[in-house]
């Protein structure tokens, strides 16, 4: 979550996100975006930069979304719209709407599921025009208590360790089990933790292993949530920054599952975020969990 101008919580997956996520270059609000289109050249790409804290909570919801993508070869904003990566699809974005917080969680609500909101680090300065950090964190908590959600159903998350020992402190019960997204390989004895899964991998004999941040994690009894399963795409030609610890022996989409098993059966996370979760389901199905 993230916020906009009059401080609106809105889903996104980040504050600045707006130019590949939304069609804001080619819309009537173009010229909010604090780093207008900017189009490719021989010797640069082409660039832009749009973001929620620019816009009304009226204004955002006036955007159509679209996959997070970009033509960065793009000499126009309407071509800049394109770019989708050829194993990614658009095919659910018609008729989509962007969602406020509020919005999310009914919608969560309905189909019954836990939810695991993040609190994005914003792309200003706070604190933003009288908002401090700690009533960004607050405010995601305050939307929760209005929907009347059961805190033990929330998974409230931040790269931020500040607005982790915020809900800690100020909120236990939604605190009890907030999680840290960690990017850094520190074992600060917060739980739940949340690393990358490259974090909780390393290579032994070109066998997939527990790294020792994971073996370290066990033995403290800390819960571990990792992210993301699918965020590299197709792994033939390695995976990149995601896999980056078993990168020497990653060569095909079935090492997901390598992976997979490994962080379930032997490293013991208690959850993996997906970008696909059939990958997952189909994981646990098969095993039973």
């Not at 919580?9 to 804001?24: F, G, K, S, Y």
């Not at 209005?146 to 402190?169: H, K």
């Not at 962080?263 to 975020?273: D, I, K, P, R, T």
Request: glycine share 6%; aromatic share 8%.
């Amino acid at each position: 979550m993230t916020f906009t101008e009059d401080h609106e919580l809105v889903c996104r997956h980040a504050q600045n996100d707006l130019h590949t996520t939304t069609n804001i270059l080619v819309s009537d609000l173009a010229d909010t975006c604090v780093t207008p289109f900017t189009p490719a050249s021989a010797d640069a790409g082409a660039t832009a930069e749009c973001r929620t804290s620019e816009l009304t909570l009226a204004e955002f919801l006036t955007l159509t979304p679209k996959m997070d993508a970009a033509n960065t070869s793009a000499t126009t904003a309407e071509a800049y719209q394109g770019g989708i990566a050829d194993w990614r699809t658009d095919l659910q974005t018609d008729g989509a709407m962007p969602k406020t917080d509020a919005k999310s969680i009914a919608l969560f609500e309905a189909l019954n599921v836990d939810l695991t909101p993040e609190l994005k680090s914003p792309s200003v300065e706070m604190p933003h025009e009288g908002l401090s950090e700690g009533d960004y964190a607050q405010k995601l908590v305050d939307e929760y208590k209005a929907a009347g959600i059961n805190p033990s159903r929330v998974w409230l998350q931040s790269f931020n360790l500040e607005d982790v020992l915020y809900w800690i402190e100020a909120e236990p019960d939604f605190g009890a089990q907030a999680v840290y997204l960690m990017d850094e390989c520190d074992l600060d004895g917060y739980a739940p933790m949340d690393p990358p899964t490259w974090m909780l991998v390393a290579l032994e004999d070109g066998e997939i292993v527990p790294s020792a941040l994971a073996m370290d994690a066990k033995e403290a009894r800390l819960e571990i949530i990792t992210w993301p399963l699918e965020r590299s795409g197709p792994l033939a030609g390695g995976g990149g920054w995601y896999v980056q610890s078993i990168e020497e022996v990653t060569d095909s989409d079935g090492d997901y599952f390598d992976l997979l098993h490994v962080l379930a059966q032997e490293v013991g996370v208690a959850g993996v975020f997906s970008d696909w979760p059939a990958t997952t389901t189909f994981y646990a199905n098969c095993m039973g969990l």
